[in-house]
């Protein structure tokens, strides 16, 4: 009776195969897992402004200041003064423009968004750069 000898290769086929399948896998998952803070796009062509409107403007540390029809600035304390000042505007059918810092917390601009909604306004534009 011959001894059967014990060979000492290993087939490394399916193990190419099973690392190409998680390299394809990876590849498709890897954008999707990306998190961190969106630059918002500028845009190329935007509309023009009206000839007469109000501004909400948010700094990067969340603080608010109100410009009005003339562009006169005034520093708001928080989202309930910003909505008491926009409501003492309220009767002069003025749109409002909100322009965010780059930085700010995108949760910034949609609280500021729906205080200006909740005052009474219709026309709310967001003010972007223009490349």
């Given at each position: 009776?011959?001894?059967?000898?014990?060979?000492?290769?290993?087939?490394?086929?399916?193990?190419?195969?099973?690392m190409l399948v998680?390299?394809?896998?990876?590849?498709?998952?890897?954008?999707?897992?990306?998190?961190?803070?969106?630059?918002?796009?500028?845009?190329?062509?935007?509309?023009?402004?009206?000839d007469k409107y109000?501004?909400?403007?948010?700094?990067?540390?969340?603080?608010?200041?109100?410009?009005?029809?003339?562009?006169?600035?005034?520093?708001?304390?928080?989202?309930?003064?910003?909505?008491?000042?926009?409501?003492?505007?309220?009767?002069?059918?003025?749109?409002?423009?909100?322009?965010?810092?780059?930085?700010?917390?995108?949760?910034?601009?949609?609280?500021?968004?729906?205080?200006?909604?909740?005052?009474?306004?219709?026309?709310?534009?967001?003010?972007?750069?223009?490349?």
């Amino acid at each position: 009776m011959r001894q059967r000898r014990l060979k000492n290769e290993i087939n490394v086929v399916p193990y190419i195969d099973v690392m190409l399948v998680l390299l394809v896998i990876f590849m498709v998952a890897a954008p999707m897992m990306s998190t961190g803070s969106v630059d918002l796009p500028q845009t190329g062509t935007a509309p023009q402004k009206p000839d007469k409107y109000l501004k909400v403007q948010i700094q990067r540390d969340g603080a608010l200041s109100l410009f009005d029809a003339e562009g006169k600035e005034r520093p708001v304390a928080g989202l309930k003064a910003l909505k008491a000042e926009l409501q003492a505007h309220a009767s002069d059918k003025l749109p409002i423009l909100i322009a965010g810092d780059k930085d700010t917390p995108y949760r910034n601009v949609i609280e500021t968004l729906d205080e200006v909604k909740k005052a009474g306004f219709t026309r709310v534009g967001l003010e972007t750069g223009v490349k």
